[in-house]
C-alpha cells in the first residue's frame, strides 16, 4: 500500500517533467528552424554580393571584347563585300569604308564613310550626299547590325549613282530626241522631259515624268507619258502606253536607244 501510494504521488510529478522537455524541444526546434533560415539568408547575400562583383567585372571584359568583335565583324564584311564595291581600312579609331559605285558594268562614283568603333560606334567623317538619308540609315542599323548598316547604305548610293548615270547619258546621247531640256532633282529620282519620235514625215512628241519612289531602285515606280500636240489616234496611243511600259522595265538610256528601231516599224498610213 505504501509503494502503490508513492507512485500515485510520483505520476503527476513525471507528467509535469515530460511536458516542460517537450515545450523546450519545441523551442529548441523553433530557434534551430530561425538559426538555419538566418544562415540561408546570409548566404544568398554573400553570393549575390559575389555575383555582383563578377557581373561587373565580366562587364568591363566583355565591353572590350564587344568592341574587338565589332573589329573582327568589319574586317570580314570588308573582305566578303571586297568584289562588290565595298572596301576599306581599319584606322586608330576604327574603320574607314569605301563604297565604289557601278551601274551595267560602269565603275561611277566613290563615297567613303569613317566609322569610330566605340560603345556605340558613330560617323567620324562622311563624304555621302547630303540628300542620301544618311542618319536614318544609321539610326536604324549602325549601333545594333553594322553589316546591314553598310548593305543599307551601298543600296541607296549604287541606286543614286545608277539613276543618275541613266540621267547623264539621256542628255549627252539623246540631247537631239529631246524638245524641252531634261529637268531632275538632287537623288536623281524625279526625272521629266518631253522628246520627240520622228516619223517619215512629221515629228511626233511625248512628256514623261519618272518617279523613283524607292531610293534603292534604278527603275522607276511610277510613270506617266503623254502625248503632245494634236489629238493622237489609236495607233499612236497604243505607242504611248508601250513607252511607258519600256520607261518602268528598261534603263532610260536604253529605252531611246530602242526608239529609232521602233520607228523604222510603224504603219504611218494609219495616223489620222
Not at 560603345?119 to 553589316?147: C, G, M, N, R
Not at 521602233?262 to 498610213?269: A, F, G, H, N, R
Request: hydrophobic share 35%.
Amino acid at each position: 500500500m505504501s509503494r502503490s501510494h508513492k507512485k500515485s504521488e510520483e505520476l503527476p510529478r513525471v507528467q509535469r517533467d515530460e511536458n516542460v522537455l517537450r515545450t523546450k524541444i519545441h523551442e529548441l526546434r523553433h530557434l534551430r528552424d530561425k538559426l538555419r533560415a538566418e544562415v540561408k539568408r546570409r548566404q544568398a547575400r554573400v553570393k549575390a554580393c559575389s555575383a555582383n562583383v563578377e557581373t561587373n567585372q565580366t562587364a568591363e571584359i566583355s565591353e572590350q571584347q564587344v568592341l574587338e568583335k565589332q573589329k573582327e565583324n568589319v574586317k570580314a564584311i570588308l573582305q566578303a563585300y571586297r568584289f562588290t564595291g565595298l572596301s576599306g581600312k581599319l584606322t586608330s579609331r576604327g574603320v574607314c569604308v569605301c563604297i565604289s559605285t557601278a551601274f551595267e558594268g560602269n565603275l561611277l562614283d566613290s563615297f567613303f564613310v569613317d566609322l569610330v568603333m566605340e560603345k556605340p560606334p558613330w560617323i567620324h567623317h562622311h563624304s555621302i550626299p547630303v540628300f542620301i538619308p544618311l542618319e536614318k540609315i544609321a539610326a536604324a542599323y549602325l549601333q545594333s547590325d553594322l553589316q546591314r548598316f553598310l548593305f543599307s547604305l551601298c543600296e541607296y548610293v549604287n541606286a543614286y549613282s545608277g539613276r543618275k548615270y541613266q540621267a547623264d547619258r539621256l542628255q549627252s546621247d539623246f540631247e537631239a530626241l529631246l524638245t524641252v531640256p531634261l529637268q531632275r532633282n538632287s537623288l536623281c529620282n524625279l526625272l521629266s522631259f518631253t522628246y520627240k519620235v520622228d516619223g517619215r514625215d512629221q515629228s511626233f512628241s511625248f512628256s514623261a515624268r519618272l518617279l523613283y519612289e524607292d531610293l534603292t531602285a534604278t527603275l522607276p515606280t511610277d510613270v506617266t507619258v503623254t502625248y503632245q500636240g494634236m489629238e493622237a489616234s489609236t495607233h499612236w496611243e497604243e505607242h504611248r502606253a508601250s513607252h511607258e511600259i519600256l520607261f518602268r522595265t528598261k534603263p532610260l538610256h536604253q529605252v531611246f536607244a530602242s526608239f529609232s528601231k521602233e520607228v523604222e516599224k510603224l504603219d504611218l498610213s494609219l495616223v489620222s
